[in-house]
């Protein structure tokens, strides 16, 4: 196992109706919150309205509108009206959009508006800024683990831009299952997609003899299997709801991955298809998924392997064909979900491929012929 330092201090409030808790979880100096929320889900399930009958008058402010995959330039109007509330505590309500949208604003509104573009574009958000705003969080959609993370990723013109800063890892979050009851079938698919690739990203790797990590691995993927298409056909149903929540926010809350090599390639990729064609985060995971492992088989063969035989219990044949048959699994899984897996399935092909390679050259990310690779095998 390699060496590692683990630090998570979010509070993390579970539960259904547990709302009443944010008189106490708001700091109690902190009364002149900012609740911050996307484009009317929130409103729409009488969120935003309970949230302002709990903390009355300690609200100074909202900022909405904030759009799937987080645009730099809304967040500069979030940051003014942030500064002009005096804001002292910013309170996101929503999936990983407004977290990572509201954590950014945190971090932003305490800096230079005009130099802060540049420190996203080159990836030195965390690394320059040494104050942020306090925040909460009440998640409405599992997927991202931004509930309980320190990280974000931000869109700008043709690329996406992550960041993470200890500053801005939420002081809690109320991840209450029943919030999730109203969201579209295609964002629950997204979202359980979206978990299962933080998992793999950070499982098939190599091996470290990181005998809990990979057990604790393997036993969130079985259960996204189990729930994954049972949880979109009983949307209300709370149990297993409540397995997608909290599995989502393990799968990329940093604990599963402590002491192992993590290999990020596949959001790398996918988050450039997100940025060229605005095919949802978890959708462009599905795309790219398949064809990484196929053109990595060699480079993550004994992990490809040791997750086919615990996760999808193949264990028979040579180790090509049974790599050709996890892959498939795979794909299958993510096609149960209702979620397309190729690039013709989007009417896309080698034109849209040569739009995206661009894109990666253009921000230096990945290896060129790689990346070619991988994308042509996912047409
Ligand atoms: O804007 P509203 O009206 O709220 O609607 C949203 C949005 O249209 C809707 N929604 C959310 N909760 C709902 C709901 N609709 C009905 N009922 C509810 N309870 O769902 C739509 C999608 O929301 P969004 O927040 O964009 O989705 P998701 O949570 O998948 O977040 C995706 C963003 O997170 C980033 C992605 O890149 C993308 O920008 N990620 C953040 C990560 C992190 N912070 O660690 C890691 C991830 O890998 C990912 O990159
Ligand atoms: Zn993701």
Not at 107 to 127: M, T
Not at 190 to 199: M, Y
Not at 241 to 252: I, P, Y
Not at 283 to 304: F, G, H, N, T, Y
Request: hydrophobic content about 40%.
């Amino acid at each position: 196992m390699l060496d590692f330092e683990y630090y998570n201090p979010t509070r993390i409030i579970f539960g259904k109706d547990r709302l009443s808790e944010l008189i106490s979880v708001v700091p109690s100096d902190s009364t002149k919150v900012v609740l911050v929320y996307g484009q009317g889900s929130a409103t729409r399930s009488g969120l935003v309205d309970r949230v302002k009958s709990i903390l009355g008058n300690r609200i100074v402010g909202e900022f909405s509108g904030i759009e799937a995959n987080p645009h730099f330039s809304t967040l500069v109007k979030g940051m003014k009206l942030i500064n002009d509330c005096e804001a002292d505590f910013l309170l996101a309500i929503g999936g990983g959009s407004v977290m990572d949208g509201t954590k950014f604003m945190a971090l932003g509104s305490q800096y230079e508006y005009d130099d802060l573009l540049e420190l996203l574009l080159s990836y030195r958000v965390g690394d320059e800024i040494h104050s942020a705003l306090p925040l909460g969080v009440i998640c409405t959609l599992p997927a991202t683990g931004s509930e309980m993370n320190s990280g974000g990723v931000i869109s700008h013109e043709d690329g996406k831009f992550y960041f993470n800063s200890p500053l801005v890892f939420p002081q809690f979050s109320f991840l209450d299952p029943s919030l999730t009851f109203t969201l579209p079938r295609e964002q629950v698919a997204n979202g359980i997609i979206d978990a299962f690739v933080h998992i793999i990203e950070g499982y098939v790797t190599k091996n470290v003899e990181a005998r809990f990590q990979d057990r604790a691995c393997e036993g969130l993927l079985r259960t996204l299997i189990e729930i994954g298409r049972k949880t979109m056909d009983n949307p209300e149903d709370y149990d297993t709801r409540a397995n997608l929540v909290w599995c989502s926010t393990m799968a990329l809350n940093g604990m599963l991955a402590v002491g192992t090599p993590e290999d990020w390639r596949g959001h790398m990729l996918g988050h450039m298809l997100t940025a060229c064609y605005g095919i949802d985060h978890g959708k462009s995971l599905a795309v790219v998924m398949p064809a990484l492992w196929s053109v990595a088989r060699d480079e993550k063969r004994d992990r490809i392997l040791q997750f086919g035989e615990r996760v999808f219990d193949v264990t028979d044949g040579d180790e090509d064909m049974r790599i050709d048959r996890i892959i498939e699994k795979m794909r299958l899984f993510f096609e149960s979900l209702g979620v397309k897996t190729r690039f013709r399935d989007y009417d896309m092909a080698q034109d849209e491929v040569e739009v995206i390679l661009t894109g990666l050259e253009k921000y230096g990310q990945g290896h060129p012929e790689w990346n070619r690779e991988v994308l042509e095998a996912a047409i």
